[in-house]
């Protein structure tokens, strides 16, 4: 078991600004990832979103001007 242990050991004085910066990149997309699958697959939210799917495809209305009302 020490060998997993050796394997999985990190020399945190060793780590440079850039080692930090993804690091800390890393965790923070991953928590706002595991945040909005929560949000996107919790059932309360499920009417506002499906009222809100077509969004991306729907920009016809933004061109319309008031001679073609």
């Known amino acids: 078991m020490s060998s997993l ?3 999985f050991h ?3 004085a060793a ?3 850039n080692d930090w910066i993804g690091l800390i990149v890393t965790v923070v ?3 706002l990832m595991v945040v909005a ?3 996107v697959f919790h059932p309360a939210n499920r009417e506002y979103l499906e009222t809100r799917k077509y969004i991306p495809l729907d920009d016809e209305d933004r ?3 008031e001679e073609k009302k």
Do not use: G, K, M, P
Request: net charge negative; charged share 15%.
């Open 15 to 17: 780590l440079t600004v």
């Open 5 to 7: 242990a050796e394997h």
């Open 10 to 12: 990190t020399d945190w």
């Open 37 to 39: 699958y929560v949000y």
């Open 63 to 65: 061109f319309e001007t």
């Open 29 to 31: 997309v991953s928590i």
